[in-house]
């Protein structure tokens, strides 16, 4: 292995008999013999289509994928695939994330990571997932914060502990989103055939339990690790108040959180200039967290 190699196409599940892949980035330079943290990357689109090398078309132009920022920044970097909603229903979704974070954490030695410090990140349903993971979700609608329980994922509950989490405009409430959808909202989640009811097998609104289910907020307590939240404020896909409402309850419970919320900007960073600012703006903050949280382990 080389500092800065790009190791692509891992397997590292096989649900139902069908492969998922990752990507590994192993960060820059040079060899060390200290070992370096991770971050964990799911991909958006909706939980219905979205590839793992790609953050949208914004970030997609940059020079520097956020991936190679990341690695240059002395971290290792994992970009997993999950199963999609027309291939399984929640919690696959889930239990995919979480069987990338232990695919991880059993190789650490491997890839010279630090198992203390492998950190979740994602942007859109990406985003959901990794709440949903930093909060100990287990797939069955409760907690897994010792590692104690096998939630569905071959007894590796355990290992899919992350000790930060980083989120892009994620949906983090399906009951209430909704209603919270902005007046030029290109969709809502209630909406028959909306993105969300796929997720799920049901609209939101006819199936509150199964929403709540998939919903990072139900799963805030004081096991939460720091959270660092980015939004636009004009989201017309994911309402901002889907961040200002994790980010409140994650604040009382205690938990350590940070929310950008980026004036103007739609999903995936577009700005009605078509400017990269906000993209690149988060981007930096993004790394900027994760690099605090790796010096403070």
């Known amino acids: 292995m080389t500092a800065g190699q790009v190791l692509r196409g891992i397997e590292f599940s096989i649900p139902g008999g069908s492969p998922l892949l990752l990507d590994l980035y192993l960060p820059g330079g040079g060899s060390t013999q200290v070992p370096v943290?991770?971050?964990?990357?799911?991909?958006?689109?909706?939980?219905?289509?979205?590839?793992?090398?790609?953050?949208?078309?914004?970030?997609?132009?940059?020079?520097?994928?956020?991936f190679e920022r990341l690695a240059a920044a002395g971290f290792a970097v994992v970009s997993a695939d999950y199963r999609l909603?027309?291939?399984?229903?929640?919690?696959?979704?889930?239990?995919?994330?979480?069987?990338?974070?232990?695919?991880l954490?059993?190789?650490?030695?491997?890839?010279?990571?630090d198992p203390e410090r492998i950190y979740a990140w994602g942007d859109s349903a990406g985003g959901h997932l990794a709440c949903l993971v930093?909060?100990?979700a287990d797939g069955s609608g409760g907690y897994d914060v010792d590692g104690s329980g096998d939630g569905g994922d071959g007894g590796q509950a355990g290992a899919a502990r992350v000790a930060a989490v980083a989120a892009w405009y994620a949906p983090t409430d399906l009951v209430r989103m909704g209603a919270q959808a902005l007046p030029d909202?290109?969709?809502t989640a209630d909406d028959p055939g909306s993105r969300e009811a796929l997720l799920i097998g049901a609209r939101p609104a006819d199936a509150p339990e199964k929403a709540a289910a998939a919903s990072?907020?139900?799963?805030?307590?004081?096991?939460?690790?720091?959270?660092?939240?980015?939004?636009g404020t004009a989201d017309r896909f994911v309402p901002p108040a889907q961040a200002t409402t994790l980010a409140a309850a994650l604040e009382a419970s205690g938990a350590d959180v940070e929310l950008h919320l980026?004036?103007?900007?739609?999903?995936?960073?577009l700005l009605p200039d078509e400017s990269p600012a906000a993209a690149q703006k988060v981007l930096d903050a993004t790394i900027d967290f994760f690099r605090r949280q790796a010096r403070a382990s």
Not at 38 to 66: C, K, N, Q, Y
Not at 91 to 103: F, I, T
């Open 134 to 136: 930093g909060l100990g």
């Open 185 to 187: 909202a290109v969709a």
């Open 262 to 269: 980026i004036e103007g900007a739609d999903h995936m960073w």
């Open 105 to 113: 954490r059993s190789h650490a030695a491997d890839y010279n990571v």
């Open 216 to 231: 990072p907020l139900s799963y805030v307590g004081g096991h939460a690790p720091p959270f660092f939240l980015a939004h």
């Open 85 to 103: 909603s027309s291939e399984a229903v929640f919690p696959a979704q889930l239990l995919d994330a979480r069987a990338a974070v232990s695919w």
């Open 37 to 66: 943290p991770a971050v964990v990357h799911f991909h958006g689109g909706g939980w219905r289509t979205g590839e793992r090398s790609s953050l949208g078309p914004v970030t997609d132009g940059f020079s520097l994928t956020p």
